[in-house]
C-alpha cells in the first residue's frame, strides 16, 4: 500500500502560482498512475489531472488545461502540480491519489485558497 503525504498549499492571490507536491512512501512507487484530485467548498470532488507511470501521458480537465501542469520524478517517488494563472474557483482541498489495478490510496489533501 503506497501511502501518500501532499504538501506546497496555501494562499494565493488570484493570477498567482503555487507548486503542490506528493510524496509516495511505502509500497513500491512503480507502476502507479498518479492523479490529483480537487473538492471545493460544498461540491463533490473533481478529476484534474493524471499522469502515467512513465511521465508519457498526461490528462487534464478541460478547466485546468493549460493553467496546470501535472509531472512526476520516480526517482524521488514525487509528483507535483505546478498550478498557475489561479482563479478563485481553484479554492479547494486538493488531494494526491495513487491507482494500480484494484490498488487505490489517497492522500490526506492539503488546501488551497485564492483570493482576488
Known amino acids: 500500500q503506497v501511502h501518500l503525504i501532499e504538501s506546497g498549499g496555501g494562499l494565493v492571490q488570484v493570477g498567482g502560482s503555487l507548486r503542490l507536491s506528493c510524496a509516495a512512501s511505502g509500497s513500491t512507487f512503480s507502476g502507479y498512475i498518479m492523479g490529483w484530485f480537487r473538492q471545493a467548498p460544498g461540491k463533490e470532488r473533481e478529476f484534474l489531472a493524471s499522469i502515467s507511470w512513465s511521465g508519457g501521458g498526461s490528462y487534464y480537465e478541460d478547466s485546468v488545461k493549460g493553467r496546470f501542469t501535472i509531472s512526476r520524478d520516480n526517482a524521488r517517488n514525487t509528483v507535483y502540480l505546478q498550478m498557475s494563472s489561479l482563479k478563485a474557483e481553484d479554492t479547494g482541498v486538493y488531494y494526491c491519489?495513487?491507482?494500480?489495478?484494484?490498488?487505490?490510496?489517497w492522500g490526506q489533501g492539503t488546501q488551497n485558497a485564492v483570493s482576488s
Open positions: 491519489n495513487a491507482h494500480l489495478d484494484d490498488n487505490e490510496c
